[in-house]
Nanobody, 123 residues
């Protein structure tokens, strides 16, 4: 079984910064893609950013230039550096790991989700 544990959320003033971390643990041979979704009350879930094992990244237009996603494959950890935060960034941020192979002898893959961490941007 694979688990994802997020950390780093909290309350920050507009213009401030936060760094989210998400560590994957358990039976893992490889992980194809890791990233972050967010969901604010009354809004649709939004894919914030994701990063592939090779390092290619993608961002939502709403966070381009302010957020940076990075990944430590050895630690099976993905990070989201969030700068110039705005009140509209307030949401629960959930980490995901996609295309997880748990066994080198099997090509079967699964997707996993973290429980989420609250980010609140307010003065």
């Amino acid at each position: 079984q694979v688990q994802l544990v997020e950390s780093g959320g909290g309350l920050v003033q507009p213009g401030g910064s936060l760094r989210l971390s998400c560590a994957a643990s358990g039976s893992i041979f490889s992980v194809n893609v890791m990233g972050w979704y967010r969901q604010a009350p009354g809004k649709q879930r939004e894919l914030v950013a994701h990063i592939y094992s090779g390092g290619s990244t993608s961002y939502a237009d709403s966070v381009k230039g302010r957020f940076t996603i990075s990944r430590d494959n050895a630690k099976r950890t993905v990070y989201l550096q969030m700068n110039s935060l705005k009140p509209e960034d307030t949401a629960v941020y959930c980490c995901f790991a996609g295309g997880v192979r748990e066994d080198r002898t099997s090509l079967r893959t699964k997707d996993y989700w973290g429980r989420g961490t609250q980010v609140t941007v307010s003065s």
